[in-house]
């Protein structure tokens, strides 16, 4: 496995191990771009490919640690809950610069419902009553708007699922996306 591999199956999930325990997203990126030359520097010491992740998040959980040591807030932290765990994360976090981008590439009137709808959280039905538009035709144009946005991601991304159907980690597809 070279390293773009790795690191573009594992990038989006190191960066939420690291917004777990470092909340400045500047210093989540400088530890991001740390983790990445360490991994390049070290991966020959790698034994097995089957061990990637753990070693990775060796790696990140390192880090952490030693940012807090050199910035003096060092916490006795019990290993144990600083091991990665699958955490619950909000990938539009992660995809918000790609999302407005997205929106900016649908029709105007369409572009404001999912505005509002996905991204404000408003009810369909009090936002097809402030419109002035019958609640059945409104829906209709949240299933079309979602159906274009998905086209749009698909185009630039691939995603990663859960049971259920929810988007839960994404990687950018090389040169073919200029938005994320």
């Not at 777990?20 to 990445?36: A, C, H, M, R, T």
């Not at 590439?105 to 404001?112: F, G, I, K, M, Q």
Request: a positive charge; proline letters at 2%.
């Amino acid at each position: 496995m070279t390293l773009e591999e790795i690191w573009s199956s594992y990038r989006s999930r190191l960066k939420t191990f690291l917004y777990s325990k470092i909340s400045n997203p500047v210093d989540v990126d400088d530890l991001l771009q740390e983790i990445l030359i360490k991994t390049h520097n070290n991966i020959h010491t790698l034994k097995k490919e089957e061990s990637i992740k753990s070693w990775l998040f060796q790696i990140a959980n390192r880090t952490t640690i030693d940012f807090y040591r050199k910035k003096k807030h060092f916490i006795e932290i019990d290993p144990d809950k600083v091991w990665y765990s699958e955490n619950k994360y909000d990938v539009k976090t992660d995809l918000s610069r790609c999302i407005e981008a997205f929106f900016n590439e649908l029709p105007e009137a369409l572009s404001d419902l999912m505005r509002a709808i996905e991204l404000e959280g408003k009810s369909q039905k009090a936002y097809a009553h402030e419109m002035g538009i019958s609640y059945s035709t409104l829906k209709s144009q949240v299933q079309k708007g979602r159906s274009e946005l998905k086209k749009l991601f698909e185009k630039c991304c691939d995603y990663e699922l859960d049971k259920q159907g929810n988007l839960i980690d994404f990687t950018p597809k090389a040169n073919k996306c200029k938005k994320c």
